[in-house]
């Protein structure tokens, strides 16, 4: 994240929507005990670790509220915002307020925060608002990811493993650079601005998806990446026949020894690679299904592990060489969140998380989550990819690609 960072911003941007929601003062409070439960947020980062903030304290702005769309400005705005990791916090809040409307804008260093953590925090946030809690108790720094991998991912097991893992996929990505040729392939253009875009798949389309799911064997990650390579395919590539890659991201929280719960603050994420064949008139359900199959196969072999492990020299690559992106698209999907839709009086009228766009990443990045029996799914692109109209119309393939599979008999 370190290095990432040191090419663009890359952020973790949270917003939270409130009704009868709760005055400034209060927000802040409780950010101030999370910061005094949570190592990482009162940390700086100094010579690549860790070191504690000599004072407390963090940035908190107010503003007034006066629409309703108003964080989705800010929300760009902070996507951009570069920290100073060196001097710390790795956390500010926007709070965006009026009469009882709020907006809670939270920009955090991604090398401290996953989704897990993320969604717990705002958890432990609205708690300590609402009065559920009045305190929670300190915890203790989370340790490097790898320091809790199972046995075969240590030792001189890890480099058999992580030797085996980096052939298979150096011979992947040459087995794409060479079916490409003549073909489009994601650009390269270096700068351009994040843009934020929004999809509610609403209950009934969940539900329906799910049952289409379980009727093929697919997961529901599979079906959202699967619709997102397709419909991107139809309006970047022209629906060429053509090899794509898209990413999914694995939580290896469940799978450290102990297993790490979503308590403390870190980033235990593996990003994870696969590249399969599209084009505009392709079997959607085929694509999921070919698309599942491989992140099964992946998962189930440690592939995780060993892309954890790879993510370093990659991104050093990958920045060294300025000379091709990662990949199409991204999918980061954490299913079902630990957040509830009340906290005494407080109503929780959306959920959005952003990550910092970026312009050797896929050109249509995404973050998901099941919230309120509904799919909150948030897209980020970049103006040097496209406009506010080409992404608007791919989101709306998206859509239209699920409703589509919803339909088929079951």
């Known amino acids: 994240m370190l290095i990432s960072n040191a090419h663009a911003p890359f952020n973790i941007v949270s917003v939270l929507r409130l009704e009868n929601a709760p005055l400034p003062s209060a927000v802040k409070g409780a950010l101030e005990k999370l910061q005094q439960r949570q190592p990482f947020l009162r940390a700086r980062i100094v010579n690549g670790g860790f070191e504690a903030l ?9 503003i007034e509220r006066t629409s309703p769309n108003q964080w989705r400005e800010i929300a760009e705005q902070e996507m951009a915002f570069r920290y100073d990791h060196a001097t710390g916090p790795l956390f500010h809040a926007i709070y965006i307020y009026f009469d009882g409307y709020g907006d809670l804008v939270l920009n955090v260093h991604h090398a401290i925060m996953d989704a897990a953590s993320g969604t717990n925090l705002l958890d432990e946030l609205l708690r300590l608002c609402a009065g559920e809690v009045t305190d929670l108790p300190a915890l203790e720094p989370a340790p490097a990811l790898e320091e809790h991998f199972p046995p ?75 619709a997102l390579v397709l419909a991107t395919n139809r309006h970047l590539y022209g629906g060429q026949a053509v090899p794509m890659q898209t990413f999914v991201f694995a939580d290896l929280r469940p799978y450290t020894e102990p297993p790490t719960g979503p308590e403390p603050l870190a980033n235990y994420i593996s990003m994870m690679r696969f590249t399969v ?134």
């Open 152 to 226: 075969l991912y240590q030792g001189l097991w890890r480099v058999f493993s992580l030797g085996g893992y980096a052939l298979a996929q150096m011979s992947d990505l040459l087995r794409f650079l060479w079916r490409t040729r003549g073909k489009r392939t994601p650009p390269v253009r270096l700068g351009g601005r994040g843009h934020i875009a929004t999809l509610i798949l609403p209950e009934n389309l969940v539900d329906s998806l799910s049952r289409q799911g379980r009727k093929d064997g697919v997961t529901l990650n599979s079906l959202l990446n699967a």
């Open 277 to 410: 064949d599209v084009s505009g008139d392709k079997d959607f359900l085929e694509l999921a299904r070919n698309l599942h199959t491989k992140i099964y196969r992946a998962l189930k072999q440690g592939d995780k592990f060993n892309a954890s492990l790879m993510s370093e020299p990659l991104m050093k690559m990958f920045i060294a060489m300025k000379s091709m992106r990662m990949g199409s698209t991204a999918l980061n999907y954490s299913g079902l969140v630990p957040l509830k839709a009340q906290y005494g009086d407080i109503e929780v009228v959306g959920l959005h998380g952003f990550v910092s766009g970026y312009d050797l990443g896929p050109e249509v990045a995404s973050q998901a989550r099941l919230f309120n029996d509904q799919v909150w799914w948030d897209f980020i692109y970049l103006d040097t990819d496209m406009g506010a109209e080409l992404a608007r119309t791919i989101i709306s393939e998206v859509k239209a690609i699920l409703e589509s599979a919803s339909q088929s008999p079951v």
């Open 54 to 62: 000599p004072s407390l304290g963090f940035p908190f702005t107010t």
